[in-house]
């Protein structure tokens, strides 16, 4: 066998996705992409303002070629970094410059070079279920262990004794998500704190610093008027990861960017290390068009792409709570985290789905069973002509 | 202390390069950039050619939004892989197609999946002396170690009898980097052949293949009507890792992709493994516009930038030359690796180079003590007005 240990392991798991795009495909193939209903992917359907595209171009033509090609320095251009710091001083009333601010290949690039800098053979990170299951791999990239920690049956918030209990002498870092994928849930002023507390306590009481680590990729997806408070002004360990994947709807150009506090301990080394693995994991960093592109969208108008989102969210609520589903009513990001119905397991469920066209994925995917993701960053005819097939479905398991 | 231990040491290492910078910096305020002659970075001085930018301004133009900036799959687009096997189908007679081809963020990112890919806790990748120093941190990234071989003291070229020795148990890969970083050197048809031989034996005596990773950003870079032989046509366990960042000057864009032959071993599991871990380690893909710009872009032609850096690579050795230095002729790639005047160390001579305002990188950050590396991807002008401070150094180190 010429495949490490480690990918032998990611290959295995790596299946059931790739299975389920090679399912899409022949279903799409029998019976034609209009009906097939895919709520299997988080990629966005909301084309990226028209900004974006205008800024891409204008920095092609205007911005030096050797100077928007070239090599910067591994934390990323200075005034596109010093531009993020601003915007965030402006939306959040924190007081960052550009020595706070890494350009990343968005957040996946984010959470590996914090993760690579923190963690040691053997150490551990929490994260609380349901979650994002490529947070297990990367923790196992650096020889860490990923320590999934029980939630709030009913409204998928942190259980804070679950926590406290779950923490010993190494663990390094604790990662959370909000708004979360896959539950939609926003993590408020009162979870916030009570986390912090909780962190503040264990971190005396074993000696070090945990490491708060906020994955916000969704952090604008907000409804119902709520907004996602600032992690980092809760807890001074804090680093931020973001992304632009969601809200400019660009995934595919890999361009976020960490945050790293002054009041984070250790802040320097920290962030010379997270410059230096952006580096030598092979990133280097963020492409540089994207950088310079980025630099002039920070206050791009989204709320018409929130807004589309926050439709499709009521419209597939409402579908499936008609059709006698039980579902989180999210409050953000744009998934909605669905129980499987009682006297199925989510592989039989997940059939009868996909006998009715429709594609979700199992909660399994985000070790939280008993429970089915489907995102809602498809179009509203997708949304709208699904509606007989979740009728079905739910005619089926016994829902009506 | 936060972090990690292999972060430590690579924070250590890093000091030298980041005090070069910070002296460039120093002096260009003392003296004035014009008169600071800095040869110590690999950061194309050519722009990209016009071409690039139209691509990049046509695909933002022509191509869906949701498809241009969302995500592919972990492989990159197809047809941006099937045009690279095209290109590459046309210049070397090879019969690749898009399952062959994995876009990265360029040759680093390439090399980091590699590695990811083949190596365990306790593997040995072998390279020779001298080398991009990164290389030792890419093996580290996965537990392995880099253990650097010997190559001819007059040609550069490798030690076949050294490489013979130093493979055991625990070797799983070779990595090449031709035309070589830092000497100039090609590996022609004969090294390859002769390479390969050793490689099949080796491979046959220890029981297992050992690959041979082929890093090639600067494979078009040949001068004298030299060119670069196809490497995997002479070693059927070979990985090409390759990048847009030299040939088309687009090194801050993070675009390049590696080639896995249908000829090695276990190809299909590899393949996938490589595309799993680009995901994993947060690059998830080569950003999205750059892929395909870069399918509009194969077959420019870059006669004009290779013709610049002839000639400043031509200048700069006469002037080396001329003042009494002795150094590598370069037939490809654009660096000068300098032989340090007997009678010193390189550290003092690096000081005494410094004190004229002449940049060079010292041996040691590519394991190649006793000789000093000049970057001359930089404008002719700085080449021709360094030659008074040459002509200095020389004479106070006594070689005139």
Same mark, same amino acid.
């Given at each position: 066998?010429?495949?490490?240990?480690?990918?032998?392991?990611?290959?295995?798991?790596?299946?059931?996705?790739?299975?389920?795009?090679?399912?899409?495909? &022949?279903?799409?193939?029998?019976?034609?992409?209009?009906?097939?209903?895919?709520?299997?992917?988080?990629?966005?359907?909301?084309?990226?303002?028209?900004?974006?595209?205008?800024?891409?171009?204008?920095?092609?033509?205007?911005?030096?070629?050797?100077?928007?090609?070239?090599?910067?320095?591994?934390?990323?251009?200075?005034?596109?970094?010093?531009?993020?710091?601003?915007?965030?001083?402006?939306?959040?009333?924190?007081?960052?410059?550009?020595?706070?601010?890494?350009?990343?290949?968005?957040?996946?690039?984010?959470?590996?070079?914090?993760?690579?800098?923190?963690?040691?053979?053997?150490?551990?990170?929490?994260?609380?279920?349901?979650?994002?299951?490529?947070?297990?791999?990367?923790?196992?990239?650096?020889?860490?262990?990923?320590?999934?920690?029980?939630?709030?049956?009913?409204?998928?918030?942190?259980?804070?004794?679950?926590?406290?209990?779950?923490?010993?002498?190494?663990?390094?870092?604790?990662?959370?998500?909000?708004?979360?994928?896959?539950?939609?849930?926003?993590?408020?002023?009162?979870?916030?704190?009570?986390? $912090?507390?909780?962190?503040?306590?264990?971190?005396?009481?074993?000696?070090?610093?945990?490491?708060?680590?906020?994955?916000?990729?969704?952090?604008?997806?907000?409804?119902?008027?709520?907004?996602?408070?600032?992690?980092?002004?809760?807890?001074?360990?804090?680093?931020?990861?973001?992304?632009?994947?969601?809200?400019?709807?660009?995934?595919? &150009?890999?361009?976020?960017?960490?945050?790293?506090?002054?009041?984070?301990?250790?802040?320097?080394?920290?962030?010379?290390?997270?410059?230096?693995?952006?580096?030598?994991?092979?990133?280097?960093?963020?492409?540089?068009?994207?950088?310079?592109?980025?630099?002039?969208?920070?206050?791009?108008?989204?709320?018409?792409?929130?807004?589309?989102?926050?439709?499709?969210?009521?419209?597939?609520?409402?579908?499936?709570?008609?059709?006698?589903?039980? $579902?989180?009513?999210?409050?953000?990001?744009?998934?909605?985290?669905?129980?499987?119905?009682?006297?199925?397991?989510?592989?039989?469920?997940?059939?009868?789905?996909?006998?009715?066209?429709?594609?979700?994925?199992?909660?399994?995917?985000?070790?939280?069973?008993?429970?089915?993701?489907?995102?809602?960053?498809?179009?509203?005819?997708?949304?709208?002509?699904?509606?007989?097939?979740?009728?079905?479905?739910?005619?089926?398991?016994?829902?009506?």
């Amino acid at each position: 066998m010429m495949i490490s240990r480690s990918m032998q392991e990611q290959l295995a798991g790596n299946s059931t996705i790739r299975l389920m795009f090679a399912e899409g495909k &022949e279903m799409a193939k029998k019976v034609g992409a209009d009906h097939v209903y895919d709520f299997s992917i988080g990629n966005p359907n909301v084309p990226a303002p028209k900004e974006v595209n205008e800024a891409i171009k204008a920095v092609v033509d205007e911005v030096d070629s050797v100077y928007l090609h070239g090599y910067m320095a591994n934390e990323g251009y200075p005034e596109t970094r010093k531009a993020v710091a601003d915007d965030l001083n402006r939306r959040y009333g924190t007081d960052y410059d550009e020595s706070n601010i890494i350009m990343t290949t968005g957040a996946a690039g984010g959470l590996n070079i914090v993760l690579k800098t923190l963690l040691d053979e053997g150490d551990e990170v929490i994260t609380f279920k349901p979650y994002f299951l490529e947070y297990k791999k990367y923790a196992s990239n650096y020889g860490a262990s990923l320590v999934p920690v029980a939630t709030d049956s009913r409204t998928f918030l942190p259980d804070m004794e679950a926590l406290r209990a779950a923490i010993n002498e190494r663990t390094r870092a604790v990662i959370i998500n909000t708004p979360h994928n896959p539950t939609g849930v926003i993590y408020g002023e009162d979870t916030l704190k009570a986390l $912090a507390a909780v962190l503040e306590e264990e971190s005396k009481r074993i000696g070090r610093p945990i490491v708060l680590i906020s994955d916000e990729p969704y952090r604008e997806l907000c409804y119902d008027g709520m907004s996602q408070p600032w992690v980092a002004s809760f807890y001074k360990d804090t680093i931020v990861c973001y992304s632009f994947s969601k809200s400019l709807s660009l995934p595919g &150009e890999r361009i976020g960017y960490c945050v790293v506090p002054d009041e984070l301990c250790e802040h320097e080394d920290i962030f010379a290390c997270m410059g230096i693995a952006n580096r030598t994991l092979g990133m280097l960093n963020a492409p540089g068009i994207m950088q310079k592109a980025i630099e002039r969208c920070l206050d791009i108008d989204i709320s018409e792409n929130v807004r589309i989102y926050d439709n499709n969210r009521k419209l597939l609520y409402g579908i499936l709570k008609d059709a006698g589903f039980k $579902a989180v009513y999210p409050s953000g990001a744009f998934y909605i985290w669905i129980r499987t119905p009682e006297g199925y397991t989510d592989a039989e469920f997940c059939d009868i789905c996909k006998k009715h066209y429709v594609l979700v994925v199992p909660g399994a995917s985000f070790e939280g069973p008993g429970n089915m993701r489907a995102a809602y960053c498809v179009s509203e005819k997708t949304i709208r002509d699904s509606k007989p097939a979740w009728e079905a479905i739910a005619k089926e398991v016994g829902l009506r």
